[in-house]
């Protein structure tokens, strides 16, 4: 349960998502253009998984920035949390699926 729970957004030790999207945490949607022009939540960034190791640079540039990653059921952003991480960056978090984090964001 344990790695499913990470795949796909959960677990216990799980950060503050609403409060780091708050604080200004970069907020990624991880799924294909065509699905995000179908409805994205608000002031997300469209990087696909399959490129975000290549394009993060032009969104954040600092390695330190919290970034929070969504798709449209956790699989895509986990897989995207861990380019990023490979990449060097550091404060990187699944959000799980869109509906899941947009009920926890009350949008």
Request: charged residues 20%; glycine residues 14%.
């Amino acid at each position: 349960m344990g790695f499913l729970s990470s795949l796909f957004g959960g677990g216990a030790n799980k950060a503050d998502l609403p409060q780091l999207i708050k604080d200004g945490a970069l907020l990624i949607d991880a799924r294909g253009p065509q699905e995000f022009a179908g409805g994205h939540i608000e002031k997300a960034v469209n990087i696909p998984h399959n490129i975000i190791a290549h394009k993060i640079g032009e969104h954040a540039a600092d390695k330190y920035r919290p970034i929070v990653i969504y798709c449209h059921s956790g699989a895509r952003s986990a897989m995207a949390v861990h380019a990023l991480k490979k990449a060097g960056y550091t404060q990187v978090e699944n959000g799980g699926g869109i509906h899941k984090l947009s009920r926890k964001l009350g949008a």
